[in-house]
């Protein structure tokens, strides 16, 4: 159940030392090695003796995604954030590149077995261990997605099954002949290997997998998206938060629903108001900003992740002490819509749309008429026409009534819709 126990249970005063002890440690490292941070440190007048206590984080500058890619850009092709000479460093990856050109990514020895590290945290929690086959949904390419969790699987005595290089139904395939117990993904591709093993009549419920681990999207914190994968295949699902220039910070443990674990042994979280980047408080939503504790590679301090969350600090049922994150990731800062006047996040309609399950896929476009924005919903519907139209209808007042929302609904020819094995992009603002 535990990576760590010592870490995980301990009493918050002990964490916060603990938190302290690593920060400093963390500093002093890469202090006058790492351009990028010997030169914030000093255009902020901060040294690392300067830090007598982890409250004293706070007066350390933000790092942003924007800051980094910029930097990139004048240092091309690594930028300064490195705190080893380049021969030091034995892992490249990138990130997906969704919202701009991909951020580069080098790790250390060390610092890759830090991600391992991570990972081994997740998987326990989850109740994965020695003699598990985990399969992975993912295609192995420079996107960091799940290159750290094949390497964390063997690590704790797992087999490692790697999907790359497979359509969806040769890896169902391989799925079943393995007699994998475990299926990594995101929860988007779990339903999308849900669809295509039901149109070619293989009862994914009956298979050997038993435990199924998202990240990459909210989808598995969403009720409605988890319990829909839970149902497809006769498993657990859990839930996992991570960022490649950041780490593995969350994981979801046994007590369900009951948050994400951020893993504050490898960690420092703090919660931002996202206007004023002021501290709050725990159990007022804001955006989450992250210090990562082992990857002196490449340290991210204070960086701000642009996720919204909600912290929870009393002690897990699990027996855990770390924070949770209430709901999981809640949206991104700059994710929030706005249609007919009502603020909402895309999170909230894939919940009330995933509780129809005869709807295969979405899509979603938010357009401007008349000076109102307006939502357009394209649904992909399981059934006869008379039944689409009747779920149709269904999934149009439930919007309304549940999220006083009005919206277009049209439905999508069978598998028109685009499909997704990394992170889903269901929502289009059409200017």
């Not at 963390?26 to 006058?32: A, K, T, V």
């Not at 590149?97 to 990514?105: A, E, F, H, Q, S």
């Not at 991570?118 to 996107?143: E, H, K, M, Q, T």
């Not at 609904?409 to 603002?429: N, Q, V, Y």
Request: aromatic share 10%.
């Amino acid at each position: 159940m535990y990576f760590n126990p010592e870490i995980e249970c301990a009493e918050r005063e002990i964490l916060i030392q603990y938190q302290f002890t690593r920060l400093r440690r963390l500093l002093r490292e890469i202090y006058q090695r790492n351009p990028f941070y010997t030169r914030k440190l000093k255009e902020a007048g901060i040294a690392p003796e300067d830090l007598s206590s982890l409250e004293y984080l706070s007066h350390l500058p933000f790092t942003t995604k924007s800051e980094l890619s910029q930097d990139q850009e004048d240092y091309p092709p690594y930028g300064t954030n490195l705190t080893y000479p380049l021969k030091e460093y034995v892992r490249y990856h990138q990130t997906s590149g969704t919202t701009g050109k991909p951020l580069r990514i080098l790790d250390t020895r060390e610092s890759w077995e830090w991600w391992i590290k991570c990972w081994n945290y997740i998987y326990l929690a989850a109740g994965v261990g020695w003699g598990d086959r985990v399969f992975f949904g993912f295609s192995f390419g420079p996107f960091i997605g799940f290159w750290s969790a094949f390497d964390g699987a063997q690590s704790i005595g797992c087999l490692g099954i790697s999907g790359g290089g497979l359509d969806s139904l040769q890896r169902l395939k391989l799925m079943l002949e393995t007699q994998a117990t475990v299926l990594v993904c995101t929860p988007s591709y779990a339903l999308r290997l849900a669809s295509i093993a039901e149109e070619n009549g293989i009862d994914i419920a009956k298979s050997s997998i038993r435990i199924t681990i998202h990240a990459g999207e909210p989808g598995a914190s969403i009720p409605a998206t988890k319990k829909k994968i839970e149902t497809a295949w006769g498993a657990k699902c859990f839930d996992h938060a991570g960022a490649t220039e950041v780490g593995a910070f969350g994981y979801e443990c046994s007590v369900q629903p009951g948050g994400i674990h951020l893993n504050e042994g490898e960690f420092i979280a703090e919660v931002i108001d996202p206007n004023t980047g002021k501290a709050l408080p725990a159990g007022r939503r804001g955006e989450l900003v992250i210090t990562n504790l082992g990857r002196w590679g490449t340290p991210v301090i204070r960086y701000r992740t642009g996720d919204l969350v909600e912290l929870n600090e009393d002690p897990c049922e699990c027996g855990r002490r770390f924070a949770r994150m209430m709901g999981g990731i809640l949206g991104r800062v700059d994710d929030m819509i706005t249609v007919r006047g009502v603020n909402i996040f895309p999170s909230a309609i894939e919940n009330i749309i995933r509780q129809f399950h005869q709807v295969e896929e979405f899509s979603a476009e938010i357009y401007r008429e008349k000076e109102m924005e307006e939502l357009h919903l394209k649904l992909e519907i399981k059934g006869s026409e008379e039944e689409k139209k009747q779920i149709q209808e269904k999934v149009f007042q439930a919007l309304r009534a549940q999220l006083n929302l009005r919206t277009h609904i049209t439905l999508a020819e069978p598998g028109s819709l685009p499909r997704f094995e990394m992170k889903a992009r269901r929502f289009k603002i059409i200017n």
